[in-house]
């Protein structure tokens, strides 16, 4: 089976030795995304609910880059270094998907790149 790397500008740049996403068949693997803006490629802020938009922002793009959208993301990894984010972290995501909503994982981690609250990666089906 062939793979495709997928690249879009609108999601920030991998900042290691990784891609933004790889397309295997119909299935789309989605690199983990922190909160940062594509252009700057600094934190968006330091409150929790801009950082888990802005996650979802760069998942996004990185979905239309590959020829899709959220709505046909099949699972999603999240990481918070603060489980008593959790609900906020609902509340983020049911802005960007509609039921039937993905499966999930929420994972509590010590500690994310470059001082980020929430990263989540994804797995996409076209």
């Known amino acids: 089976m ?16 990784y891609s933004q996403a790889v397309k295997a068949g119909n299935t ?3 690199s983990g995304q922190i909160p940062l803006d594509p252009q700057t490629m600094q934190l968006v802020s330091d409150t929790f609910e801009a950082q888990a938009h802005q996650v979802f922002k760069n998942l996004h793009a990185v979905c239309e880059a590959a020829g ?10 999240a990481y918070l270094t603060d489980l008593s984010n959790f609900a ?6 049911e802005q960007y ?3 039937p909503f993905p ?15 929430v990263e989540a990666e994804a797995v996409m089906v076209l």
């Open 2 to 17: 062939s793979k495709s790397i997928i690249h879009t500008e609108q999601a920030p740049a991998a900042i290691g030795a």
């Open 88 to 93: 906020v972290f609902n509340q983020v995501m």
């Open 68 to 77: 899709g959208s959220l709505n046909d993301v099949v699972k999603i990894n």
């Open 103 to 117: 499966a999930r994982a929420a994972v509590g981690v010590a500690v994310l790149p470059r001082g980020a609250l």
């Open 97 to 99: 998907f509609v039921q």
């Open 28 to 30: 789309v693997y989605l």
